[in-house]
């Protein structure tokens, strides 16, 4: 069973950047494309961006693009979130999730569905 831990900065200053990581316990099917996504109040949860293990290909919700980077190191089996030009509106829970591939296309889609393994998640707080 893989398990998935986030960890990271739990507040900034608004106008700010933040870092948050996801490590895990071990590289395998299910943990071939990697995503984090968001709970913020009063909103829907909502995928903020994917990536490909294995090749490095991306998707950004178009909610964040422009201000958000995901990347890997698949030596450490971890993914990191870079959360630029920070808003109090980013305040919210943080998950990471991970799930297998999909044939034919890009291989990690936006959808919720996909990702089957799932952090606790981590607070982000964004002080204006």
């Known amino acids: 069973q893989v398990h998935l831990k986030e960890s990271g900065e739990d507040s900034a200053q608004a106008g700010g950047s933040l870092t948050l990581s996801c490590e895990a316990s071990?590289?395998?099917?299910?943990?071939?494309?990697m995503a984090w996504f968001r709970q913020i109040p009063g909103k829907e949860r909502e995928l903020i961006a994917t990536?490909?293990?294995?090749?490095?290909?991306?998707t950004y919700a178009d909610s964040v693009k422009g201000r958000v980077t995901i990347s890997r190191d698949t030596a450490k089996h971890t993914v990191y979130l870079q959360i630029h030009t920070l808003q109090s509106e980013d305040s919210g829970m943080y998950y990471c999730?991970?799930?297998?591939?999909?044939?034919?296309?890009?291989?990690?889609?936006?959808?919720?569905?996909?990702?089957?393994?799932w952090g606790q998640g981590t607070q982000v707080t964004v002080s204006s």
């Open positions: 999730a991970s799930g297998p591939i999909l044939i034919g296309g890009n291989p990690c889609r936006t959808g919720a569905g996909q990702y089957n393994i």
């Open positions: 071990a590289a395998d099917y299910n943990t071939q494309c």
């Open positions: 990536i490909y293990m294995l090749g490095e290909r991306t």
